[in-house]
């Protein structure tokens, strides 16, 4: 079904109902003129009269009658299924396939989706673990969670943690034997020296 139509349809239910061009074309949100086109138009596509109307009232046809039956159901289903849709955007539902990065998801997927599992739990995630696609629509995904340097331009991207803030720890024991490293470099000379006494410790 074509736009204009589905457009004609609407006219023709909401005048219906309404026995009035006036109220249909407010609940409609269009003009009485555009009203009295569509519901012309209709009828010359169909070939057929519709309504008889007047200056002071509007009366369904025989085969008025018989489209109403028809299309009004189909009309209130479609609309049932849009206001259904509206409800989600204050209490979202369903499944979103997402895929996060494999070093994300070690350190920051579990407090990040807990969060948003505890706060909407309508929803169901399928998540890949993989490394991210170049395209995670023709991937067959929803949404994707990735280091911020690798986002491509054209793509709608929402911060969903701050910048990570990285630590360095060792034992009291590590520290007691081998001191505190000042740089990373520190730590490798430790490891490669560790490694050497333990060559030398060994029997021949």
Known sequence: MRGMEFAELAAF??????RSFAKAATRLGVTRST????????????GVRLMNRTT?????TEAGERLLARVQPALGELASA????????HDPAGLIRLVVQPP?????????????LTRYPGVRLDVAVIEMPDDIVKGGFD?????????????????????PRFLVVASPQYLARFGTPTTPRDLQLRIERTRCAGLAARPL
């Not at 849009?82 to 955007?89: D, L, S």
């Not at 994300?104 to 948003?116: E, K, N, R």
């Open 82 to 89: 849009v206001n259904q849709i509206r409800e989600t955007r």
């Open 13 to 18: 239910a909401a005048i219906a109902e309404h």
């Open 104 to 116: 994300v998801a070690t350190f920051l997927m579990g407090p990040i989706l807990g969060q948003f």
């Open 56 to 60: 002071r009232s509007v009366a369904l």
């Open 143 to 163: 949404a994707g969670i990735r280091m911020g340097e690798q986002i491509e331009r054209d793509m709608i991207a929402v911060r969903v943690m701050e910048q």
């Open 35 to 46: 009203l009295s086109q569509n519901l012309r138009s209709l009828e010359e596509r169909l």
